[in-house]
């Protein structure tokens, strides 16, 4: 069984990593402190260039739900066009209605302006209402891939949803699990649901270069240091493919 391992990254920097570790694709965002959002013009072309592995971007305009606006939805297919210019494989998005389904109207017209690229359906899926008739609309709707954690904080947690959900799709969409996958769970993860391709950030924090600094004041609502960066670790990529090639050794 070949399994498959999906990369979330937010630089050249992390690309570069998931590919060198052995990734088959990455998803790249931006701002991954809130979920992730839509990455820039020159993020992506400058990635695209820098990878050979696919290439899907994440189509998010906002942090918080994902309710959005006809202006919202907008920017949305506006950023769809710039994936499709800049030679991106594939989009991830998800639109919900209010009471927590689907919103199959503008789901249809996003994912018909993004093919012939492969679509992908992202964590909106665990907020929605129903998970199995959501899985349903999302296959009918065309997706692709499927990433969810199983309706909870982490995929390890949210294993019995997903196994349920690998055995309803019955090979019509790719029931990708993520949140909180690492090298040392991932092999019980693909065991309990079955699951043959995994989403991962593989992450590493690393020192800031910077010498002179102010440690008590932050850029953002959080406190999080200004002095410590985070980027993919391509041995953690490679270790969690290793892991699951050779589970018993995990």
């Known amino acids: 069984m070949t399994i498959k391992l999906e990369i979330c990254v937010d630089s050249v920097r992390s690309?570069?990593?998931a590919q060198a570790g052995g990734a088959s694709r990455v998803e790249l965002c931006a701002n991954l402190l809130?979920?992730?959002t839509t990455p820039s013009y020159g993020m992506l072309q400058q990635v695209r260039e820098a990878i050979?592995?696919?290439l899907?971007?994440?189509?998010?305009p906002r942090g918080g739900d994902?309710?959005?606006?006809?202006?919202?939805l907008a920017v949305m297919l506006a950023d769809i066009a710039m994936a499709k210019k800049l030679g991106a494989e594939g989009v991830v998005l998800g639109v919900l209605r209010p009471d927590g389904r689907v919103n199959r109207v503008a789901a249809k017209q996003l994912i018909e302006a993004a093919r012939p690229?492969?679509?992908?359906?992202h964590r909106a899926f665990d907020l929605a209402a129903d998970p199995l008739q959501t899985l349903e609309d999302i296959i009918a709707l065309g997706c692709d891939y499927l990433l969810t954690s199983g309706q909870q904080p982490t995929a390890l947690a949210g294993k019995e949803l997903i196994a349920q959900l690998v055995r309803q799709a019955r090979g019509r969409i790719t029931i990708m699990p993520g949140s909180g996958v690492r090298e040392d769970n991932i092999a019980r993860i693909a065991a309990a649901t079955k699951a043959t391709e995994f989403h991962s950030s593989a992450r590493c924090t690393v020192p800031s270069p910077m010498q002179w600094r102010r440690p008590n004041l932050y850029m953002g609502a959080?406190?999080?240091s200004e002095y410590k960066l985070s980027f993919t670790d391509p041995a953690r990529v490679a270790a969690m493919l290793a892991a699951v090639s050779n589970p018993s050794d995990s």
């Open 52 to 54: 050979d592995i696919d």
């Open 56 to 60: 899907h971007v994440l189509i998010r």
């Open 222 to 224: 959080l406190p999080e």
């Open 34 to 36: 809130v979920g992730g």
């Open 117 to 121: 690229l492969k679509v992908t359906w």
């Open 15 to 17: 690309a570069r990593a």
């Open 66 to 72: 994902f309710c959005y606006s006809e202006t919202e």
